[in-house]
């Protein structure tokens, strides 16, 4: 029974990231913007991934503990938990997850750092791409190739970008770049 329960959220989880992709492709998403507590989102995110993280340790880092930021919180709960999710999948048993936000100009720069293998120079910017999957993580743990691609579409409708870094001393960082907008603009 637990096996079925387990395949019936994952198949469900699954169809959930095709139509947000299909959506968020088509322009299909109501966007959304309020004020969001950083850290507060940051928090939600972990709760909803406090079963898959129950065995990692996780370091949170807010540049600013009272930023606020202008966005749609679903869409940013949705890039962020594709980041930390992915580290849970890739990440070397017993290293930590750091998950920081800061304020770099205009911008939160969210990062999400764990070690694990080292993501090839070509498949840096490809991984981004629907469908797409490093050839390193291949075996390593089952994924769909969507899951980048939402978090890099979920950035764009807010006017930022993602990005990659990956090495073998450094680990590997995934960043997502959001303006920080006042509640006056708009997408």
Known sequence: ????????????????????????????????????????????VLAGLKDRLASMRVAVEIDDENLVLSCDEQLMVMLLTQYIDNACKYSNFGTTITIRVLVAGPEAIFSVHSYGPVIPMADRE???????????????????????????????????????????????????AIPLITEKESF
Do not use: C, K
């Not at 050839?135 to 970008?161: D, K, W």
């Open 126 to 176: 490809r991984i981004f791409d629907r469908y797409y999957r490093s050839s390193t993580y291949g075996n390593r743990a089952p994924g769909t190739g969507i899951g980048l691609s939402v978090a890099r579409r979920a950035a764009q409708i807010h006017g930022g970008y993602v990005w990659v870094t990956s090495d073998e001393e450094e680990g590997t960082t995934f960043f997502a």
């Open 1 to 44: 029974m637990g096996l079925i329960d387990e395949q019936t959220r994952l198949l469900g989880d699954l169809t959930t990231r095709l139509l947000t992709t299909a959506r968020l492709d088509g322009g299909e998403v109501a966007i959304h913007v309020a004020p969001v507590s950083v850290g507060t989102l940051i928090e939600e």
